[in-house]
Every structure is written in C-alpha cells, then in structure tokens.
C-alpha cells in the first residue's frame, strides 16, 4: 500500500500526548481482548510494585504508541493491545497519559504484545518503510516495532491457536524465544515467564495468555490471592476446630478416670 506524502504544512513544534488522537475510532475487535489485557495488568501489578517502588512505570491497553508525525497523527502510531514501559512516570505533569510518545519520551516498551484473531499476517508483516519525494509505502507492523519502537521483547498471542510467539531484540534483529521445560518463554528484566493457561477467567473457561514467576508458579490476579487467602483461613478454622474436638476428647478421657483437666 502506498499514499501521498502531506509536505504543505511545515512543522513548527512536535505535538505531545495531549495534542495527538488517543483514537482511531476502532473497536475492540472480540470479546476476549479487554479481560485479556485486564488479566496480563491485575496479575504482574505486584511484580511491577516490586522492581518498580517508585511508582515509575506505564502500562498501555490497546493504547497508541506515536513513533512519527504524520498526517492524519494516528497513521504514525501503532496500538499494541498491551505493552509496558519501565521507568517512566504514569502521568505527565499530573495528567494521565492519552499515548505513548516516543519523541517526547525517548524510553522504548521492555515488551509489546498482540493479540491475533486473524491469520497473524499484520502483526508478522515485516514491509520496510519504503519513500520517495511524494510517496511512502505503509509498513509493517513487525517492521515497525523492529526498527523504529524496537522493545526488547514482542509477544503475538494467536488466539484461536492457543500459542504465542515471542521475540528478543537481539542486535537489532528480532530472533524468537525458545520455551523452556515448562513451555513458556522466560522475560528476564522482569523476572517472569509468559504462556498459555487453560481456565476459567471472568466468568468464561478459555486459554488465557498469563505470567509465571522464574520458578513456574502462576502469577494470581487480585480475585485469585483473595480467594486464595480465603480458603487458607478456612483451612485453619477447620484445623483449629478439629483440635479443639480432640482436646474436649481428651479432657472428657480424663474425667471418666476421675482426673480434673488442667486444661
């Protein structure tokens, strides 16, 4: 695909995040993608809190990335469905972000990901950016994140597939991860593995894309540490129960041999 280059109106100044769209209009494309994001964000949000006690660090869901300025703005942006961005502020100056602005920030995504509902031929496009005096041709989202956004790591969930790939920015060149015995691909700046789990998130049983921590054990959202913490306080109201029937049992034997219980 190609367009015309817009060269009439000169740029005086590079607008920042309030001045460019935070929007292209579009919808989300199925039903699974907004609790998909919200699941990847409840999960690592402690992790984050962790590596992160500053509170300096971003997270985008189905947000723009600008990373050039064009006409129309968003025809320069690519909206990855989730990303995180580390040590950055979440607002700027006390507004919460409408993008992410690589001109204005400077500081690369540690990792993008994409969710495919399709065949994955967007997201693996790998079209340079092609110009001439009046024309371009539109590059591939690949390409772009590649060359231009370059986060270190690209995740591409294929959701009808239940599997997902991902890259390492290694020498300016994208090489995919191997999974590892557990079959997930390990993230070391975070300190986290990504994969598929198969479970009932939201009402709704699907293979979800999740975290685990270095030693395999699932990363649990909010809902779950909660639900997690109940059944433990459960279980030791019941262990406590139980020894309070073997200690009445016990009392109980030594009355019957005509001795008082001290306690």
Aim: glycine letters at 6%; a negative charge.
């Amino acid at each position: 695909m190609s367009y015309t280059i817009d060269q009439s109106q000169p740029i005086t100044a590079l607008p920042d995040h309030t001045q460019l769209p935070e929007s292209d209009g579009t919808f989300v494309k199925n039903f699974q993608e907004h609790p998909q994001s919200i699941l990847l964000t409840d999960s690592i949000t402690p992790v984050l809190q962790r590596l992160h006690p500053d509170g300096n660090y971003c997270i985008g869901q189905d947000s723009g990335i600008y990373w050039r300025l064009t006409d129309p703005p968003e025809r320069g942006a690519e909206a990855p469905d989730w990303f995180y961005v580390p040590n950055v502020p979440p607002t700027l100056d006390g507004q919460l972000r409408r993008s992410y602005v690589m001109w204005q920030e400077l500081v690369p995504p540690l990792i993008v990901l994409e969710f495919v509902s399709g065949d994955g031929s967007e997201e693996r496009d790998r079209t340079p950016l092609l110009r001439s005096s009046q024309q371009e041709t539109k590059p591939g989202k690949f390409w772009i994140y590649e060359n231009v956004i370059r986060p270190a790591f690209y995740g591409i969930y294929e959701v009808s597939r239940s599997r997902v790939e991902v890259y390492h920015l290694i020498e300016n060149r994208y090489q995919l991860v191997p999974e590892n015995e557990r079959g997930h691909y390990p993230i070391p700046a975070l300190e986290v593995e990504l994969g598929i789990w198969q479970g009932r998130y939201q009402n709704v049983e699907l293979p979800w894309l999740r975290w685990w921590d270095s030693e395999g054990n699932l990363l649990l959202t909010g809902e779950e540490r909660a639900e997690q913490e109940r059944q433990r306080a459960e279980q030791e109201r019941q262990r406590a129960e139980v020894a309070e029937q073997q200690l009445e049992q016990l009392r109980a034997q030594l009355r019957a041999a005509g001795i008082e219980p001290q306690v």
